[in-house]
């Protein structure tokens, strides 16, 4: 089985989504004859033709509209926003039309429509290049929000958003995109959105995560295990809905919950998972529910990136305090 990197399964994915059906449509900037700012639709409109690969001028809300438009009739588009940063224009398709196609029609009408954008920072891009606002499309009903941490959930993962009746924002972490290599049979078989995966089996503490930042949740269990704390890993995957019952089966066998995401702390999508432990899975409770973030400010430049992102050092003292507690 071939190992691809995390963008080579992106683009597996959208070329066995084309083969397989031909009412799936890309659409963005460059996405065509450049193959994308980061080359993940790359062969795919030599493979496909202009009519099913379609470049667009600089315009992200005609990217979105036509997503719906297109939708609505029958299409399963996919389109490309090249940063996350780009996406805000989106939101008026997003929260008026994409997320209300199925209410507002009672039924009749869906919007099977996928919004692909890299998520996050680690790439020393320039401003408005390395957002994390993943807690504001969660927040809007009617709106699948899903984000990959590796190539095989890349490709299954993206394969599920296209084939679901409703409309799925699609994150990509970048600073993952060439960082890692997975194994990745091109076989069509898509993975189950709303499922979270345990990446690791533990005992003592909770670490959850979700798209780059798992990296780190990964490197801090190996170091926390050198300390003989055992911590179970999760990986979220699917943000909204999210797999309430997984992170409620792991807090009730470890106690101790660390929750780690690179977006800023507050309004994060951190707080809405330890609300719902506390709402739900109090009593399991040994230790305050932690969170480790990123900082109430802008994203800055290069120089101070990675002071901005949560260190594996950071989430192993916030989970060597939680273990402390008694």
Known sequence: MPEV???????????????????????????????????????????????????????????????????????????EIQFMGFIYPCLDQLVNHASRMRNRTQGRLTCPMVLRTPHGAGIRAPEHHSESTEAMLAHIPGLRVVMPSSPERAYGLLLAAIRDPDPVVFLEPTRLYRAVKGEVEDNGEALPMDRAFVEREGRDVTLISWGAMLKEAMAAADALADESIAAEVIDLATLKPYDENTVLRSVAKTGRCVIVHEAAHTGGFGAEIAAMIAERGLSSLLAPVTRVTGYDTIIPMARLEQRYLPSVGRIVTAARKAHQYN
Do not use: H, W, Y
Request: aromatic residues 2%; glycine residues 14%; hydrophobic residues 50%.
């Open 5 to 79: 990197t995390l963008v080579e399964a992106i683009n597996l994915a959208l070329g066995r989504a084309m083969a397989d059906d031909p009412d799936v449509v890309v659409l963005g900037e460059d996405v065509g004859v450049n193959g994308g700012v980061f080359r993940a639709t790359i062969g795919l409109q030599e493979r496909f033709g202009p009519e099913r690969v379609l470049d667009t001028p600089l315009a992200e809300l005609l990217i979105s509209g036509l997503c719906v438009g297109m939708a609505a009739q029958g299409l399963k588009p996919v389109g």
